[in-house]
Nanobody
Framework: QVQLVEFGGGLVQPGRSLRLFCAAS????????MAWYRQAPGKQRELTAS???????DYADSVKGRFTISRDDAKNTVFLQMNSLKPEDTAVYYC???????????????WGQGTQVTVSS
């Protein structure tokens, strides 16, 4: 099976930066698209940023110019660098990935358990 584990969440003041990590483990053959979603209290989960296996990226309008997604395929890890954080960035951030496992005929979609990011003075 596959496990996605996020690290790096916490409490940070507005205007500061935070870096999230998500590491995938298991009998992995290949990881295709990787993404970060977030869910604020009382709101639906939304796509924040995504990155393809070729390195193409996409961002929600609300984070463009402030957040950067990247990946290290050698370590099966995806990162989210968050700069100029705002109180409205407060949410639980979830890692998501399309992963092909040994012995599987197709990829499947997996979620991490989430990490809390709180932006407050």
């Amino acid at each position: 099976q596959v496990q996605l584990v996020e690290f790096g969440g916490g409490l940070v003041q507005p205007g500061r930066s935070l870096r999230l990590f998500c590491a995938a483990s298991g009998t992995i053959v290949n990881i295709y698209k990787m993404a970060w979603y977030r869910q604020a209290p009382g709101k639906q989960r939304e796509l924040t940023a995504s990155i393809t296996s070729g390195g193409g990226t996409d961002y929600a309008d609300s984070v463009k110019g402030r957040f950067t997604i990247s990946r290290d395929d050698a370590k099966n890890t995806v990162f989210l660098q968050m700069n100029s954080l705002k109180p409205e960035d407060t949410a639980v951030y979830y890692c998501n990935a399309d992963i092909m496992l040994w012995g599987s005929r197709s990829s499947a979609n997996y979620w991490g358990q989430g990490t809390q990011v709180t932006v407050s003075s």
